[in-house]
């Protein structure tokens, strides 16, 4: 999730993020992506457009302003997490 | 010709709110679309592409869940534990209420004791279903309408942990337990020869019926009685084990029963003492009922003492 956030900063839409997440180490799965992208824009996290300039209409994800916010802090959850797991691993 | 992304689309849209389908029906097909066009781009088949394309995106209704955000579970981890809870208390309580109270007014009504217990058994059935099946709908419900849900549970805190009961208190109970039983040995025993009623010799008529003498019933009754006893007080000073609890239970069963037995074939009160009294019938039955429901009573509490105990070893 915190990954779909940081990738879709820039706008981008369901099929091509699944590629790009596995291309960046995330593999996610089709089923799981699709609903998540949508839950994610009923909470707000999302902004989307539908764009219909190509043959296929597509749904453009971005990440909002509050999804921005979020994103940060679980960023930083995370480095919080990943510190201690580091420090606990390096004791040993 | 409708295809197989048509039925995949279709199967999952038919699981979604009416609100959602266009929507999500027009970014499905798009990306199922695109998934199949890439693979047909690498060199495969269309129809294998589409058949691949659409086992991974997997069952259509686990699909739909996640789109509608609905629960794959009946009752979630946040009410499991309230609803195990209260299945158990209503289980343990009204199912035996219901049976017991069937058996009574069969009872009563002088059913045979074969029809008795078959009555009683099934509606100690059909009470569980209802209440398994009511409870579990209910909490279903809450489950998925988070609005009806009553507050935020009390956060559970050390007050809540069950108090053992002292040694002391225990010891009160096992006084009282003695202190009742011989007087009511001593009350069963001199009921032959203390009586408010004499027949014309000026000899008391017993107020129990003598066929208890006769047959030594009486004193196999009494003797449950003081076994109970015994085994109250090897439960208090011996270490809980499996044979003593259910020795213990097996006495403690006996007595009760035995009076319900003697209570239906109308082998209790001396029917001599019942009409040199003047009792009607319905006395007796009275009397008959009272003893029935003290009996069922005192083998609730026998079963569920019991199954407390073997639950804290």
Known sequence: ?92 | MTTLTDRYVDATLRRLPGRQRADIEKELRTAIADAVDDRVEAGDEPAAAEIEVLTGLGDPARLAAGYADRPLHLIGPALYHDYARLLAVLLATVVPAAAAGVGLVRALHGAPALTLAGDALSAAFTTAVHIVCWTTLAFAALDRLPRLRPGTARPWSVDALPERPSRRARYAELATLTVVTVLFCTFVLLTPVVSTEVDVQGEPIGLLSPWLWETGVVYAFLGAGVAGLGTAFARHYARWSVPLALASALVEVAAPLTLIWLVTADRVLNPAFVAAAGWGPDTTRWIGIGLIAMSSITLLQTVTDGLAQARHR
């Open chain 1, 1 to 92: 999730m915190l990954a779909c956030l940081l990738v879709l900063r820039q706008e981008n839409y369901g099929y091509a993020l699944l590629d790009l997440l596995e291309q960046r180490g995330f593999a996610v799965d089709a089923n799981t992506l699709y609903p998540l992208l949508r839950r994610l824009e009923k909470q707000g996290l999302l902004t989307s457009d539908w764009n219909t300039d190509e043959a296929r209409p597509r749904k453009f994800y971005r990440t909002s302003a509050e999804g921005e916010q979020l994103a940060e802090t679980l960023g930083r959850d995370w480095d919080a997490l990943d510190a201690a797991f580091r420090a606990l691993k390096g004791r040993l």
